[in-house]
């Protein structure tokens, strides 16, 4: 299992990234990909993270894209904020409710808008725009009431070998303008 740069398909260029998993591996949560920011935690502000988002049609990856706090975790080793599922069944959800449905094979673009600063509420903005470019928007509530700072992007292979998806067009910003990270696929 791994990630790599592919041209198999892609949602806004020539490549994409694949997350894989051929055999079974040894932690459930293998392969991620994650941004740190660097040890550092955005405080205030708003952020938002757009990216696209395919499962595999032969062989769908259960998929976890989250936001986490490790700088006011206490006791806990990281508290979660913003966090979607990409499951296998082509639902998108969160921890408890689908906010949508997207056929194995086709693309789902995925934006999540937050505020964070010690009066932002403890929910994100998620909007998904599907193959008929029609975009559905929910409210969304954190996983930990506690998340107070974005401090790791991840997004998690949490499904059974063999299992593949696909990401492309990664956005990650900060306004004020404090960071941005972008995953250029052309």
């Known amino acids: 299992g791994d990630f790599i740069v592919t041209e198999e398909v892609a949602h806004g260029g020539k490549r994409c990234l694949k997350g894989y998993e051929a055999t079974e591996l040894s932690k459930p949560f293998y392969p991620y990909l994650t941004y740190r920011m660097a040890g550092k935690a955005i405080t205030s502000g708003t952020v938002h993270l757009s990216l696209a988002a395919m499962n595999s ?6 998929v976890s894209i ?4 490790y700088a006011n975790s206490g006791a806990k080793e990281f ?3 913003p966090t979607l599922f990409l499951r296998n069944n082509g639902e998108i959800a969160t921890a408890d409710k689908v906010l949508g449905r997207v056929a194995n094979g086709e693309w789902v673009k995925i934006d999540i808008d937050m505020k964070v600063g010690p009066d932002a509420p403890k929910t994100c903005t998620v909007t998904l725009t599907g193959p008929d470019g029609v975009p559905k928007t929910a409210t969304v509530p954190y996983i930990h009431t506690d998340f107070a700072a974005a401090s790791w992007f991840g997004i998690v292979s949490n499904g059974q070998a063999p299992c593949a998806f696909y990401i492309d067009d990664l956005l990650l910003t900060v306004q004020p303008a404090a960071a941005e990270w972008r995953l250029a696929n052309r």
């Open 66 to 69: 989250e936001i986490r706090d």
């Open 57 to 62: 049609r032969e062989a769908p990856a259960q």
């Open 79 to 81: 508290l979660s904020g």
